[in-house]
């Protein structure tokens, strides 16, 4: 007689381990911070964006650098879907957005500092 196959999960069984992070591009570090990093596609090197508080704030940080490398087909931890998100969107930090320009145009052109 063949054994009858168990199909419960429990909930601890299922639950996302503590160091797994649902964001594409984050990291959580050991010590509880969380870490974001996007891939310059031209010169197919990581690009550190720096350290979060939050996993949300590191997500935020890695749709950014999507958006600025990928442009409208870049695939986002926060999908732009109405209006107000891309009103959002356009209205980034400014220190935030220069900053990433700044890291991809020495990246891109290889400027040494």
């Excluded at 969380?34 to 979060?52: C, D, H, M, S």
């Excluded at 980034?92 to 890291?103: A, N, P």
């Amino acid at each position: 007689m063949a054994k009858k196959k168990n199909d419960d999960m429990t909930t601890t069984a299922m639950a996302i381990p503590p160091n797994v992070v649902q964001y594409k591009g984050v990291r959580k570090r050991p010590w509880g911070t969380y870490g974001a990093e996007n891939t310059n596609p031209i010169q197919k090197v990581r690009v550190w964006l720096g350290t979060f508080k939050t996993s949300e704030e590191a997500a935020t940080a890695f749709d950014t650098a999507a958006r600025m490398y990928h442009g409208p087909k870049a695939k986002l931890n926060f999908p732009l879907t109405n209006e107000d998100n891309l009103k959002n969107a356009n209205n980034l930090e400014t220190e935030s957005c220069l900053l990433l320009c700044i890291v991809f145009c020495i990246l891109f052109y290889n400027i040494e500092l």
